[in-house]
């Protein structure tokens, strides 16, 4: 895995996305979950196809800050650059915007893991 990994995603802001309607607040703006979420994925979708067969990565980390408020009906763009690699440990710069500008900023924290390995400790606690 390389430093230098990029991402980007746009999405637009629905109904189903906002404060109000994710429980995060009461007013019908894009939610700082949905934000982050759509970080998430666009970190981890920029490093699908670097990843051996088998393996995937998961979220442990996530530091942003949710700066400015997107309406119903506006796109949100999220750009992501891998900016550290320690062994299975990935860093991430993560970055929102809507048409007026920057929403949300920060750095997100993903691993690699061994899907089925990982899905069995999960599985595990149910005993």
Not at 37 to 47: D, G, I, Q, R, Y
């Amino acid at each position: 895995m390389q430093i230098g990994i990029t991402g980007k995603q746009t999405i637009t802001v629905t109904e189903e996305k906002t404060a109000q309607a994710m429980g995060s607040g009461t007013l019908p703006v894009f939610a700082t979950p949905a934000m982050i979420a759509l970080m998430e994925n666009t970190a981890s979708k920029s490093v699908e196809t670097e990843l051996d067969e088998g393996a995937g990565t998961v979220g442990t980390l996530i530091n942003v800050k949710h700066v400015a408020a997107t309406p119903v009906g506006m796109d949100v763009t999220c750009e992501t650059k891998l900016v550290e690699v320690d062994r299975k440990r990935l860093v991430f710069e993560v970055k929102a915007y809507d048409a007026a500008g920057v929403i949300g900023e920060g750095t997100h924290e993903r691993f690699i893991i061994d899907n089925e390995k990982f899905l069995g400790k999960a599985e595990a606690k149910r005993q």
